[in-house]
């Protein structure tokens, strides 16, 4: 009974809570019309989750790995300080011409550095203490990402991964290598006495670890 009401409640939630972005609309409905894997976008209500986190952190910088068309960049560039920046990473030229179109007309696109290129060999060279990183990429990399990192977030910094649950297949005793390194990556922070982790079953599953 509950699976049917589902779709109602979500709509009830819709009705709720605070609208996004003209522009942030208009992003997501031309990602779905022009891309094949349109399901990678953050969407409205991971966007407002990861827009209202960075309005109460009030961070400074902000990396992200992962742009695809923009859409989650825009939402947590909306809790940046007057004079903060977000940078955001991605690997492939195929979302361009969706993220200049349409990502660029929104007002908060002017504190965004978009870089293009391997996060893994960009990281390196980005010396800032992150408030917020946001990881969003290839989901074997999350291990390797987190090892660059951590020496780069202070004490009340987050770290907010998705794609935690990766389709419920962490829960398989066979994993392919992707879910290994989630789960690993999973493990990890919970076990680490460096991070406070929560999962949260928010679409594939989306974590957030403070920095002790």
């Known amino acids: 009974m509950y699976a ?16 996004e972005d003209p522009f942030l609309k208009e992003l997501e409905r031309q990602t779905y019309l022009q891309t094949i894997a349109p399901q990678m976008i953050s969407g409205r ?11 109460l952190k009030r961070p400074r910088y902000i990396l992200e790995i992962g742009t695809f068309t923009g859409y989650s960049a825009l939402c947590l560039a909306e809790g940046l300080t007057d ?29 965004i550095v978009w870089h293009k290129g391997d996060a893994a060999t960009l990281i390196p060279d980005m010396n800032y203490s992150w408030d917020i990183v946001f990881m969003d990429a290839a989901k074997n990399q999350y291990i390797a990402y987190l090892d ?3 020496k780069n977030m202070k004490p009340g910094s987050l770290l907010i991964a998705d794609n935690v649950l ?5 829960l398989e005793e066979k994993k392919d290598e992707e879910t290994r390194i989630l789960d690993l990556f999973n493990k990890r922070l919970k076990n680490s006495t460096d991070w406070d982790t929560q999962i ?10 403070m920095k002790k």
């Open 200 to 209: 949260f079953p928010l679409r594939d599953g989306i974590s957030i670890s």
């Open 45 to 55: 209500i991971q966007g407002r989750f990861l827009s209202l986190i960075s309005k």
């Open 4 to 19: 049917i009401q589902l779709k109602d409640l979500n709509a009830y939630c819709d009705v709720h809570s605070h609208s």
């Open 166 to 170: 990766w389709y419920g297949k962490v």
């Open 83 to 111: 004079d903060g920046k977000l940078h955001t990473i991605e690997i492939s030229d195929d979302f361009d011409h969706i993220r200049d179109q349409y990502a660029m007309q929104s007002p908060v696109a002017k504190k």
């Open 148 to 150: 660059l990192l951590e």
